[in-house]
């Protein structure tokens, strides 16, 4: 049975609060530009929690694609689309219906509340079984806190053999979104010379 | 100072580097429950960023919050259940493959990226057009 015990267990706790602290930031910030640096923030400790899990595969795609992709595209995105009016105050951050939103999302709280709370049992770990002494880790979590575990051998025979399918269509998917958002970003008038692009 | 910082961390050290069935800290180690309830809460701050934002590219980065809660969730029930085969036939609890959650969060990671892009190439657009990123004036469609 998978369980994190020693310095992993405190790691957890401290990975845990800081990223809920930068999620709220994400959400609460000014401007824009502090959004999407605490955005950063919170994608790498969601990469430590991975690597915590020892799935560091997903920790490496998460920081390459996430962070390195796609959140570069949000800041170049935020550059392009500035309009100094947060910054100057003129502007309000809030719509009309946000407290409203904040019921919505503490009735939600209290709904996934309520579901997990009378499955609580099935998730903790169980007590010493005989089964779950004998066959202790599976081979995917060899080792202690410091060895890297063989996720990456197994995700990468995965990737290409049972979802070889997905793969593809996955692949098929980049394509279409990287000419669609070229097509967008573009402008109609192109051919025409009239965007100043040329 | 040193002396200070040293003996804490000999203390925590002490305190952590028991055995698992010795240790007095066992009550408080992270199982499933607590990864459930940090995604979740990631879930909720996303949601309340959707609902609440004036600027659309803050709606993006909470939507991109509620896709990282739901990877984080992915693959802290795909660590925590999983099983080896051995155990798999003969378990009575819920099992699941090690490689259910990082195989499916590449593909909601790949899924994002792709919307991300899409939905980026929308704001430019729009920003090109009404000289607004405030979705509460862009309203033309509104009675």
């Known amino acids: 049975m998978f369980q994190l015990h020693g310095w992993e267990a405190l790691l957890f706790y401290f990975l845990a609060f800081m990223t809920l602290v930068m999620a709220v930031f994400v959400v609460t910030a000014r401007l824009a530009i502090h959004s999407a640096l605490f955005l950063v923030a919170t994608l790498v400790?969601?990469?430590?929690?991975?690597?915590?899990?020892?799935?560091?595969?997903?920790?490496?795609?998460?920081?390459?694609?996430y962070v390195g992709g796609v959140m570069v595209l949000f800041l170049f995105v935020i550059m392009l689309v500035q309009t100094r009016a947060e910054e100057e105050s003129r502007v309000r951050l809030y719509n009309s219906q946000s407290v409203f939103a904040y019921i919505v999302a503490a009735l939600l709280a209290a709904s996934f509340y309520f579901a997990v709370y009378p499955a609580q049992s099935a998730f903790r770990p169980p007590e010493q079984s005989a089964s779950a002494a004998a066959v202790e880790e599976s081979e995917a979590v060899q080792g202690g806190p410091g060895l890297i575990s063989k996720d990456t051998q197994n995700v990468g025979e995965t990737l290409y053999r049972q979802a070889a399918l997905p793969f593809e269509?996955?692949?098929?998917?980049?394509?279409v979104a990287i000419v669609g958002a070229v097509m967008l970003a573009r402008g109609g008038n192109q051919e025409n010379g009239e965007n100043g692009f040329e | 100072m040193e002396t200070l910082a040293f003996s804490v961390f000999r203390f925590l050290h002490l305190l952590l580097m028991q055995t698992p069935a010795e240790s007095r800290l066992q009550r408080f180690e992270p199982s499933l429950v607590n990864f459930m309830m940090v995604s979740f809460?990631?879930?909720?701050?996303?949601?309340a960023g959707v609902l609440s934002r004036r600027n659309i590219i803050i709606i993006f980065m909470s939507i991109e919050l509620i896709l990282n809660a739901v990877n984080l969730n992915l693959i802290a029930f795909s660590r925590y259940l999983q099983s080896s085969q051995e155990i798999y036939k003969q378990s009575k609890s819920i099992v699941v493959s090690p490689l259910t959650g990082p195989v499916f969060t590449i593909f909601i990671i790949v899924v994002a990226a792709a919307e991300a892009a899409?939905?980026?190439?929308?704001?430019?657009?729009?920003?090109?057009?009404?000289?607004?990123?405030?979705?509460?004036e862009i309203d033309l469609l509104k009675w």
């Open chain 2, 118 to 136: 899409i939905g980026l190439g929308i704001v430019i657009s729009l920003f090109r057009n009404r000289e607004t990123v405030e979705i509460d």
């Open chain 2, 41 to 47: 809460l990631l879930f909720i701050i996303g949601v």
């Open chain 1, 45 to 65: 400790e969601i990469a430590l929690l991975f690597i915590l899990l020892r799935a560091e595969f997903v920790a490496g795609v998460q920081i390459l694609v």
């Open chain 1, 169 to 175: 269509i996955a692949s098929l998917l980049l394509l």
